[in-house]
């Protein structure tokens, strides 16, 4: 059978790319580097710096430059790094390690979670189990917000290391990475470690805790769960600025890009047309439609007819048959991925080129699934595909939405979280599952579905936003998913006529 797609109207005209996108980025950095310069001399009254990135903007390039760029201030003498987890916090340490020397970054960590730090980290900081095993002379302090944020933590720390230049507090600036990660009970914690606080992150993060469920009920303005820089972002005290470009996208999925982070002025894409591609093997039928549709870059979407009824919406058995047999012949056969590297500022490089026989980097293939059941049954099919055909580490993953965001691959494969629902609630509607799910991928996105994706949509009553008038943007009405949807090239596929 071969199937159709349809072309999306592009969102992405006026595109910036290479030098000329990576520049807005380097120029946004500037702008909040100035703000925190002029905090710490007095000049301005910052206590709270965001600086706001899409998905696959480099925000860790430049939260390293702040780091660097703040220490050269005259009133800044040390600084802490925090963010939710070892897993940001770890390679984050590396870089500071690698920029400063390993005399001047410690990494604050607990005894149980020094065999997860890789070698090379260690190489390039020191490491510190307990606050009196923190050298006073470095100047850079790393931890999670449960190890920097413990009870008597931050009392311990000022006691060690004594004040920074503010002479009140350990720290003069308190760099917070995935931001939005983090929720504001948790950042309560650790906002006294320093008297300005600055945050890096994709906003469309998916925080740990589940912002729907407020256990706040006083206050309708006030949701500990959520996301902290929702409560400053308002605030004259706050200086907020947007990195206005991605690295990560193809140039066709910036319309994709644009969507999800509609409220941007600008957004453009690192990635010219020609950058990146996928070298297939010959397919036949309804794979090598639907690959050749995912090869061009486009985000794709194919919409699934006749299948059997599923376990549950998002736990599908017979859909991730449907995967398992567009998959069989891409890896039976073996691809290529073909990318263009830059350098700092965005200008071209060379190529490389990856085969699906000699991985290197970032995993090539990873299946995603919202939930644990619906992960479990991936991982199978991960592992049958693996031993059929001898698949080196590398080729194909699978993991849960939740526990992939921050990481990179170079396709995705996905089921939509709206597949097969009945209506719209918080868990498939949350902003942050389907950023995650759509933003991961450097050369190439398929979602697959149920079929009735547009009538579940045009029949679902309009509803707010975000759940109980709180703040945030974190659930999704039926108009922006609509917006969404459209972004994509899409296809429809009858169970009974894919044939591999």
């Given at each position: 059978?071969?199937?159709?797609?349809?072309?999306?109207?592009?969102s992405a005209?006026?595109?910036?790319?290479?030098l000329?996108?990576?520049?807005?980025?380097?120029?946004?950095?500037?702008r909040?580097?100035?703000?925190?310069?002029a905090?710490l001399?007095?000049a301005?009254?910052?206590?709270?710096?965001?600086?706001?990135?899409a998905?696959?903007?480099?925000?860790?390039?430049?939260?390293?430059?702040m780091?660097?760029?703040?220490l050269?201030?005259?009133?800044?003498?040390?600084?802490?790094?925090?963010?939710?987890?070892?897993?940001?916090?770890?390679?984050?340490?590396?870089?500071?390690g690698?920029?400063?020397?390993a005399?001047?970054v410690c990494?604050?960590?607990?005894?149980?979670?020094?065999p997860e730090?890789?070698?090379?980290?260690?190489?390039?900081?020191?490491i510190?189990t307990t606050?009196?095993?923190?050298?006073?002379?470095?100047?850079?302090?790393?931890?999670?917000?449960?190890?920097?944020?413990?009870?008597?933590?931050?009392?311990?720390?000022?006691?060690?290391?004594?004040c920074?230049?503010n002479?009140?507090l350990p720290?003069?600036v308190?760099?917070?990475?995935e931001?939005?990660?983090?929720p504001?009970?948790?950042?309560?914690?650790?906002?006294?470690?320093?008297?300005?606080?600055?945050?890096?992150g994709?906003?469309?993060?998916?925080?740990?805790?589940?912002?729907?469920?407020?256990?706040?009920?006083g206050d309708?303005?006030?949701?500990?769960y959520?996301?902290?820089?929702?409560?400053?972002?308002?605030?004259?005290t706050?200086?907020?600025?947007?990195?206005?470009?991605?690295?990560?996208?193809?140039?066709?999925?910036?319309a994709?890009?644009?969507?999800?982070?509609?409220?941007w002025?600008?957004?453009?894409?690192?990635?010219?047309?020609g950058?990146r591609?996928?070298?297939?093997?010959?397919?036949?039928?309804?794979?090598?439609?639907?690959?050749?549709?995912?090869?061009?870059?486009?985000?794709?979407?194919?919409?699934v007819?006749?299948?059997?009824?599923?376990?549950?919406?998002?736990?599908?058995?017979?859909l991730?048959?449907?995967?398992?047999?567009?998959l069989?012949?891409?890896?039976?056969?073996?691809f290529?991925?073909v990318?263009r590297?830059?350098?700092?500022?965005?200008a071209?490089?060379?190529?490389?080129?990856?085969?699906?026989?000699?991985?290197?980097?970032?995993?090539l293939?990873?299946?995603?699934a919202?939930?644990?059941?619906?992960?479990d049954d991936?991982?199978?099919?991960?592992?049958?595909?693996?031993e059929a055909?001898?698949?080196?580490p590398?080729?194909?993953?699978?993991?849960?939405?939740?526990?992939w965001?921050?990481?990179?691959?170079?396709l995705?494969v996905?089921?939509?979280?709206?597949?097969?629902?009945?209506?719209?609630?918080?868990?498939?509607?949350?902003?942050?599952?389907?950023?995650?799910?759509?933003?991961?991928?450097?050369?190439?996105?398929?979602?697959?579905?149920?079929?009735?994706?547009?009538e579940?949509?045009?029949?679902a009553?309009?509803r707010?936003?975000?759940?109980?008038?709180?703040?945030?943007?974190?659930?999704?009405?039926?108009?922006?998913h609509?917006?969404i949807?459209?972004?994509?090239?899409?296809?429809?596929?009858?169970?009974?006529?894919?044939?591999?």
């Open positions: 059978m071969t199937i159709t797609f349809t072309t999306p109207p592009s005209d006026g595109a910036r790319h290479h000329q996108a990576a520049t807005g980025n380097v120029e946004a950095a500037e909040a580097s100035s703000a925190l310069r905090s001399s007095g301005a009254e910052y206590d709270k710096i965001l600086l706001r990135a998905a696959g903007a480099g925000k860790s390039y430049a939260l390293v430059r780091v660097t760029e703040a050269d201030q005259a009133g800044c003498a040390r600084v802490a790094v925090t963010a939710f987890a070892n897993k940001q916090i770890f390679p984050l340490a590396g870089d500071l690698r920029t400063l020397g005399d001047q990494l604050f960590v607990a005894a149980d979670r020094l730090v890789h070698p090379e980290v260690r190489a390039r900081v020191t510190a606050t009196a095993g923190i050298p006073d002379t470095c100047a850079v302090v790393l931890g999670t917000s449960h190890k920097l944020g413990a009870l008597g933590e931050p009392g311990r720390l000022l006691d060690h290391l004594g920074g230049g002479g009140t720290f003069d308190l760099f917070v990475d931001a939005w990660q983090l504001r009970h948790r950042y309560s914690k650790v906002e006294g470690l320093a008297p300005i606080s600055v945050g890096v994709d906003v469309g993060q998916l925080p740990p805790i589940d912002p729907s469920q407020n256990p706040w009920r309708p303005g006030y949701n500990p959520r996301a902290w820089p929702t409560a400053y972002a308002d605030r004259e706050t200086c907020v600025v947007d990195l206005p470009a991605v690295w990560r996208p193809t140039p066709p999925q910036l994709l890009w644009r969507a999800f982070y509609s409220d002025d600008q957004l453009d894409c690192v990635a010219a047309p950058d591609s996928v070298e297939l093997p010959p397919l036949t039928g309804a794979p090598a439609a639907v690959w050749a549709s995912v090869a061009s870059g486009a985000p794709t979407l194919v919409e007819d006749g299948l059997p009824a599923p376990e549950a919406a998002d736990v599908d058995l017979p991730l048959g449907v995967v398992e047999e567009l069989t012949p891409l890896l039976a056969g073996g290529t991925t990318t590297r830059y350098d700092g500022t965005g071209p490089l060379g190529e490389v080129r990856t085969k699906s026989a000699a991985p290197d980097g970032d995993p293939i990873v299946i995603l919202t939930r644990n059941q619906a992960v991936a991982a199978d099919l991960v592992a049958r595909l693996t055909y001898d698949l080196p590398g080729v194909l993953v699978a993991s849960t939405v939740d526990s965001q921050g990481q990179t691959n170079a995705t996905a089921i939509h979280p709206l597949s097969g629902a009945e209506q719209l609630d918080e868990f498939n509607s949350a902003f942050g599952r389907l950023a995650v799910t759509c933003t991961r991928a450097t050369h190439g996105l398929l979602l697959l579905a149920r079929s009735g994706l547009d579940m949509l045009d029949r009553p309009a707010p936003g975000t759940p109980l008038g709180e703040p945030g943007s974190r659930s999704l009405p039926r108009q922006t609509q917006r949807l459209a972004a994509f090239s899409r296809g429809a596929l009858s169970s009974v006529d894919l044939t591999v």
